[in-house]
């Protein structure tokens, strides 16, 4: 069956970086683009952007252009999201997602990432 | 951007109810909208795809409905199992955007 596995969570300090992994399993990898979702505590989703897995070309959501990276390890089906430059308004859950017939069919189970001094 | 609206934002019903909940899109996209649940904790999960094309393992109970710019997802006879929060998202523009969210608690 096809999966989506994340990394574990993070604590980190304001200016430091970080990057997380995603591994597919269950389907080839570079079937379906990858997209990543922000959800900070207590509140909605929020669309950060997509690589293409075949590619490696990222697209980034207007509100990611600065200090955030998505990037793919293909040999071992695994996409990555590397942020830069921490805030502490980066404080939430980050998702990765995948699929063919809608943009959202799997989802990770998402990394927690808290950001403080 | 594709701004999508979400109503009402809480939504309290008692269990045995059916209930529907509104997106609406700020310009036409055809039938490019999905719905996800989301339970505390967890990740979303896709309930329906393209408006009203169901999920394999998603119970009967729910459906959507809509084109254009207003949609619905409607759950019949709500059970406990499904007090949570809702989102739609589109499809229609390749820059992705979710709506608020609605949800769907305990009268």
């Known amino acids: 069956q096809i999966q989506l596995v994340q990394s574990g969570p993070e604590l980190k300090k304001p200016g430091e970086s970080l990057k997380i992994s995603c591994k597919a399993s269950?389907?080839?990898?570079?079937?379906?683009?990858m997209q990543w979702v922000k959800q900070a505590p207590g509140k909605g989703l929020q669309y950060m952007g997509w690589?293409?897995?075949?590619?490696?070309?990222?697209t980034y959501a207007d509100d990611f252009k600065e200090r955030f990276v998505f990037s793919l390890e293909t040999s071992a089906s695994t996409a990555y999201l590397q942020i830069n430059n921490l805030k502490n308004e980066d404080t939430a859950t980050y998702f990765c997602a995948s699929g063919g017939d809608t943009p959202f069919d799997y989802w990770g189970q998402g990394v927690m990432v808290t950001v403080s001094s | 951007n594709i701004v999508l609206t979400q109503s009402p934002a809480t939504l309290s019903v008692t269990p045995g109810e059916s209930v529907s909940l509104s997106c609406r899109a700020s310009?036409?996209?055809?039938?490019?909208i999905h719905w996800y649940q989301q339970k505390s904790n967890e990740s979303p999960r896709l309930l329906i795809k393209?408006?009203?094309q169901s999920i394999s393992g998603i119970p009967s109970r729910f459906s959507g409905s809509g084109s254009g710019t207003d949609f619905t997802l409607s759950i019949n006879r709500v059970e406990s199992e499904d007090f949570s929060i809702y989102y739609c998202?589109?499809?229609?523009?390749?820059?992705?955007?979710f709506g608020s969210g609605t949800k769907l608690e305990i009268k």
């Open positions: 393209y408006a009203s």
């Open positions: 998202q589109q499809s229609y523009s390749s820059l992705l955007t």
């Open positions: 310009q036409s996209i055809s039938t490019s």
């Open positions: 690589i293409n897995t075949q590619t490696g070309k990222p």
């Open positions: 269950g389907y080839t990898f570079t079937d379906y683009a």
